[in-house]
């Protein structure tokens, strides 16, 4: 077994003022990784079945309060947009350059997000991250209808089954409507 790192004398002095103090969610449980070391002289193994933690767990929580002090012991960054290419604001503020056109029924394609979208993070950007973006600020996709709404469907199959193949091949080709 490793021999564990010492823990240099101010930093007992401070676990000590705060062990006086009431703690929230897991701060106990990180004081408790760092007290049994100190003060019962515990195995990481053993404070890890105690707390209910991984051994590795343990063993940062303790490395952290080394070089940090109580610091470490009081804040966790727990989850969070680690990866993301732009903020939510920042999103928000380029989507919202193409919302106008976009409501006026222009073509607006993911292909110009995706171009603006790496203009403004400064590197290329996987397709799948504007789609993706676009979900979590609710865009959706709208395709253009095939037809006009009010055509006349009637007449349309009418049109089909009156013209021969013939006569639509010699009409495609001399581009006339009348023989």
């Known amino acids: ?7 240099p004398e ?6 000590e003022d705060f062990r006086k103090k009431s703690w ?39 490395k952290d309060f080394i070089d940090n002090g109580v610091s470490a012991l009081l804040e966790m960054k727990r989850g969070g947009r680690n ?7 920042e999103e ?17 394609t993911a292909n ?6 790496e203009q403004r993070a400064g590197h290329k950007i996987h397709k799948t991250t504007v789609y993706r973006m676009l979900h979590r600020h609710g865009w959706r996709k709208i395709m253009p209808k095939p037809g006009h709404p ?9 049109f089909k089954k009156g013209a021969s193949p013939n006569r639509q091949r ?5 581009g006339s409507r009348s023989e």
Not at 150 to 158: F, I, N, Q
Not at 170 to 174: A, C, S, V
Request: proline residues 3%.
């Open 92 to 108: 928000n503020e380029l989507l919202a350059s193409f919302e106008a056109s976009a409501e006026k029924g222009s073509m607006l």
């Open 170 to 174: 010699r009409l495609r080709q001399t």
């Open 150 to 158: 009010k055509r006349d469907k009637e007449a349309g199959e009418a």
């Open 24 to 62: 929230p969610g897991f701060e106990f449980q990180r004081f408790l990784c760092v007290w049994l070391r100190i003060a019962k002289n515990l195995s990481t193994k053993d404070i890890a079945h105690i707390t209910g933690w991984n051994v590795n767990t343990v063993r940062c929580t303790q």
């Open 1 to 7: 077994m490793r021999r564990p790192t010492p823990v």
């Open 112 to 117: 110009e997000i995706k171009e603006a979208l």
């Open 83 to 89: 990866h993301a290419n732009l903020t939510a604001e």
């Open 10 to 15: 101010n930093r007992i002095m401070e676990l």
